[in-house]
């Protein structure tokens, strides 16, 4: 039997959030930004309004006022974003319990076993974007086909709220006129590598012989002719699993640029007390940790080093941290921004005791933070502080809840190239 998959887009989600919470804002161009006194200055997320003015994600805010004199500024309220984005996914566990993330604002549905009890594809489609206009007062677009790519596709050729369906039967002329940087995965770098060899459309790709597409693209490029040629068979993960958060990380460009090392080891010290605290949250314990820095030339780098015993401490993750960056930022340029990054994650389900003296002194450190995370969620964050905090209160301010839980290819994953 073909499978049913629905592909469900929250239309303009964080900007549709603002508005709701502003009706003042409904109609005019919106865009969600960064602080642009902090440096955190661009354009997160913009309206259909702002867009059309050619606002687009990314762009520096002095652009964005370039292109959009009347455009106004909102700053991001993640934890909005985070219930909305739950309330979606009970909607849609009434239909399935086959939902798989895509980022906040996206999912994956297969309800294949479903169309009897709620009518074919389209017909749930159709009743979820109206369950989440009326529920949350957003919209949403949702594409339907027979796998993931493709509703994936259908949900961002007709936007917004609208139902595409994309058969079997038609996909060859609804899919391959379209450019081939429209097929997901098709990132920046594989579509200028595609580009060259003449390969422009979806249908170019799917005619292109695999062999040749290995040659280019590497064992992805037999997957992208697959995904063309409408033969991708990969299963939407089931609701309930906690595999589905790959990695809890927390980055910040810092209002200044960090020089010294106790710069760094401050802005350090503050995100990884907020990656560490988000992991005790969800009983998650980590094996590697993965250090971004950009420079204040803009160059960035990412790099990742495996802890000795898995753990979850803010003094284990600070000093894995530190050590990459002395490591690897042998440039001394003066730092803008740093990420934090907990990655292979596993659940910590059971605690065993140990006589090791490196796992007893880990279950020691893990006491005295939950310690301090007891006192400050009764006090407030800044009643506890490391005494290094009192050298930079600037930089010590820093916001240390905006973490962000990263999906299978959500983030810094979402829409990049698979090569």
């Given at each position: ?51 059309a003015c050619g606002v687009a994600t990314g762009n520096p805010l002095w652009m964005a006022r370039q292109k959009c004199p009347e455009i106004i500024f909102v700053p991001p309220h993640y934890d909005r974003y985070l219930e909305y984005s739950r309330i979606a996914r009970e909607i849609y566990s009434d239909y399935t319990d086959r939902v ?320």
């Amino acid at each position: 039997m073909e499978r049913v998959i629905l592909h469900s887009d929250l239309n303009n989600f964080y900007a549709s959030v603002e508005c709701l919470y502003n009706p003042s804002l409904r109609g005019k161009p919106v865009a969600v930004a960064g602080d642009p006194e902090a440096r955190h200055g661009i354009v997160l997320a913009k309206n259909y309004e702002a867009k059309a003015c050619g606002v687009a994600t990314g762009n520096p805010l002095w652009m964005a006022r370039q292109k959009c004199p009347e455009i106004i500024f909102v700053p991001p309220h993640y934890d909005r974003y985070l219930e909305y984005s739950r309330i979606a996914r009970e909607i849609y566990s009434d239909y399935t319990d086959r939902v798989e993330p895509y980022g906040l604002d996206e999912c994956w549905l297969d309800v294949s076993g479903s169309t009897r009890l709620f009518g074919g594809g389209k017909t749930i489609a159709d009743t979820i974007r109206q369950r989440i206009k009326s529920e949350l007062g957003v919209t949403a677009s949702v594409g339907v086909s027979y796998n993931k790519i493709f509703a994936k596709l259908g949900s961002d050729l007709r936007k917004p709220d609208a139902t595409t369906v994309i058969s079997s039967s038609r996909f060859q002329e609804m899919i391959w006129p379209l450019p081939v940087s429209e097929l997901l995965y098709v990132g920046r770098s594989t579509h200028n590598k595609l580009k060259r060899y003449g390969i422009r459309t979806i249908g170019d790709l799917a005619a292109a012989e695999p062999r040749f597409l290995e040659q280019i693209l590497g064992k992805n490029g037999w997957t992208l002719w697959l995904f063309a040629n409408g033969k991708d068979s990969s299963p939407v993960t089931n609701i309930g699993a906690k595999s589905l958060i790959k990695s809890i990380g927390n980055g910040t460009t810092a209002p200044r640029d960090l020089i010294t090392d106790d710069d760094i080891k401050i802005t350090l010290y503050v995100l990884c007390e907020s990656v560490s605290a988000r992991m005790r949250e969800y009983d998650f314990v980590c094996r590697t940790v993965q250090l971004g820095v950009r420079d204040k030339e803009l160059f960035s780098y990412e790099r990742q080093g495996k802890l000795s015993y898995p753990n979850r401490t803010a003094k284990a993750l600070f000093e894995k941290a530190f050590e990459l960056y002395k490591r690897n930022h042998l440039s001394g340029k003066p730092v803008r921004s740093l990420h934090v990054r907990a990655c292979n994650l596993a659940v910590r389900e059971y605690e065993q005791l140990s006589f090791l003296p490196e796992i007893a002194a880990i279950q020691r450190q893990e006491e005295l933070e939950q310690a301090m995370d007891t006192v400050r969620s009764r006090f407030g964050h800044f009643s506890l502080r490391r005494g290094i905090y009192l050298t930079d209160e600037t930089l010590a301010a820093l916001n240390p809840k905006e973490d962000h839980i990263i999906h299978p290819e959500s983030f810094f994953g979402k829409g990049e190239t698979l090569s």
